[in-house]
């Protein structure tokens, strides 16, 4: 039972993580009617920007600078690229952000190398004891932190003006912009939105390997069958969907760890989105539109 | 009611386009050197057969061509005489104009509070002025009232028709597109609809209605224009378009019978 409870706790952990980078996919999927493979390297570049100014300056800060240049390069990508194909079929979108995902991964290759880093946690390797069941420290911080970003986020969708000129925006831009919404700028900010929460499980997610490598890009794709399972189309979903994925990779990982070499808990995640693609195609929580003529 | 044709005497017209012209790219043009006039406190109908340029007009004016990947290819638009031929549709917004979209195009999964908040989004109401707003718009339109927390994809069409001029109303503006706004309701809400029109250019907004109901809109308009294949083929007086015979029996429905008396059910 112990053993369930700590692993089950940092598969809630890790499946926070993955909310969060989920999240960032709905919320420019929703916002920009783009489907944006590159999100994962925002993930990636969100974690060296730490790691190469965690040497110089304050946690907090560093973090802070990894968000204003992660956010920076989601909305140059979003300018240049993304808008410019308004109107244009969803595949030519979906191509072109592939095309960004490559090179920012060979950027990163090119300018850290293929080696790994220590993590850039914003706490260490210690644990804490909670009655019997020893959980650590970066899984207690990853869970706090998430849970009070994901509340501030539904707060700013739910409570402010931009959340609400985001919603219709994603609702039908056409009668977003005929309220007077700037839809450029709700595209933007839906970017700027994801990046933020892409550097935010960067820094955890580098904390689960404990490391921080180029394969960081690839790792966060796993946030797609997490969408696919949640519902493309919802952001709750998107977090459930993320602890559906999480709490499978760890349960899995470790009771399942004499079947296929180990290894099986990598597939299941694609397995359950599988499923649920053919059971429930817009996945758990997405809508099949309740729009009526 | 205004149904005076004469130019109104104070100030610019709410709307004026001098020599329109308007395409969609490959598809050609849609609209010729199109001039038209709103002056402010009038009711002016657009009217004329399917395709005839009505929506596109409307693009024009409030800045919705780009959306549609399409293109003005000459001539002005001017708001309360301020020129805003390039401008954004959200500046459009801020000099006063607001629209209700042809096929009503609420937001569904938001409720109805949320797409009257939307609404009001260039005023940026606080707290009490939003609830203000929305109490003032609600009194032409108080069915609202009762379904506020109600999802708008879940309302009726005649309730949908309803919340999208609601939503129109929240900036409070000074001059009101409206496409098609009896398009697809049952008469007796077709009625209520008029209604509506006539309180909110009674309260002093200027109107710009497109209907294929000509004979509603006439009934309420002061002036209108006749389009036909992206030109201006008539405009004048609804009782000088009424009048002419060719126009009548061609635009307005064989024969002239008289306009349904308000508050009819019919």
Redo the contacts between chains.
């Keep these: 039972m112990t053993l369930f409870l700590q692993l089950g706790f940092q598969g809630i952990a890790l499946g926070l993580v993955y909310g969060l980078i989920a999240l960032g996919f709905v919320i420019m999927f929703k916002g920009s009617h783009t489907f944006n493979f590159a999100h994962g390297q925002f993930v990636a570049i969100g974690a060296y920007v730490v790691l190469v100014l965690l040497p110089r300056m304050p946690y907090v800060l560093a973090f802070i600078g990894a968000v204003a240049i992660t956010v920076g390069l989601a909305l140059v990508v979003e300018r240049l690229l993304i808008r410019g194909l308004i ?1 244009r079929s969803v595949t030519v979108v979906v191509l072109a952000t592939l095309g960004i995902s490559t090179m920012l991964h060979n950027a990163v290759l090119m300018v850290w190398g293929v080696g790994s880093h220590d993590s850039v946690g914003p706490v260490g390797a210690g644990t804490t004891k909670v009655g019997s069941v020893v959980l650590p420290n970066s899984a207690l911080a990853t869970v706090a932190v998430s849970v009070v970003v994901l509340a501030a986020v539904a707060w700013f969708f739910q409570r402010t ?1 931009h959340g ?2 985001l ?2 925006t994603a ?12 839809v450029g700028r709700m595209f933007a900010l839906s970017w700027a939105l994801a990046a933020f929460l892409a550097v935010t499980a960067s820094i955890f997610l580098a904390s689960f390997p404990r490391v921080v490598s180029p394969s960081i890009g690839d790792l966060a794709l796993i946030a797609i069958p997490a969408i696919v399972i949640g519902g493309m189309d919802s952001l709750m979903g998107a977090v459930v969907g993320g602890l559906v994925v999480g709490l499978t990779q760890v349960l899995g990982s470790n009771y399942l760890s004499d079947i296929g070499g180990g290894r099986l808990h990598e597939v299941l995640p694609y397995v359950l989105m599988l499923l649920v693609l053919l059971v429930r195609p817009y996945g758990l929580f997405g ?1 099949r ?5 | 009611m205004s149904r005076d044709a004469s130019p109104a005497s104070d100030g610019p017209p709410a709307l004026r386009t001098t020599g329109v012209s308007a395409g969609y790219g490959a598809a050609g043009t849609a609209v010729t050197d199109l001039s038209l006039r709103v002056p402010q406190g009038q009711v002016v109908s657009l009217l004329g057969p399917n395709g005839a340029g009505k929506t596109t007009v409307m693009r024009a004016v ?3 061509l780009g ?1 549609h ?1 399409g293109r003005l290819t000459g001539g002005r638009v001017e708001l309360f005489g301020k020129d805003v031929t390039g401008a ?3 500046q ?3 000099a006063g104009l ?2 209700c ?1 042809e ?1 009503r ?6 409720s109805v509070a ?1 797409n009257l ?3 009001g ?2 005023r ?1 109401y606080r707290g009490g002025a939003l609830t203000e707003a929305r109490d003032e718009v609600l009194t032409l339109l108080p069915r609202l009232g009762d379904l506020l927390d109600r ?1 708008a ?3 009726s ?1 005649g309730e ?1 028709q309803m919340l999208a001029i609601a ?2 109303l929240m ?1 409070r503006p000074k001059l009101l597109l409206m496409d098609e706004p009896s398009l ?1 309701l049952a008469p007796r809400i077709v009625e209520q609809v008029r209604d509506i029109i006539v309180s909110i250019n009674e309260a002093g907004t200027s109107i710009l209605l497109v209907e294929q109901n000509a004979r509603m809109a006439l009934s309420i308009s002061g002036y209108a224009y006749l389009l036909e294949g992206g030109r201006v083929y008539a405009e004048g007086t609804p009782e000088a378009l009424e009048q002419d015979n060719d126009i009548a029996a061609a635009y307005l429905g064989a024969g002239t019978a008289p306009v349904t008396p308000r508050g009819a059910d019919s």
């Design positions: 109107g003006r609400l000129a919603r219709a609702s039908s831009q056409e009668a977003a912009l005929a309220q007077g919404i700037d809508s539109s309740i729009e009526r003529v | 409030s800045g919705l959306l990947r954004r549709a959200s459009r917004v801020r607001a629209q979209l096929g195009m609420v937001f569904p999964g938001l949320e908040a939307s609404g989004h260039v940026r999802k994809g879940y309302l069409g949908q939503r129109a900036s697809g």
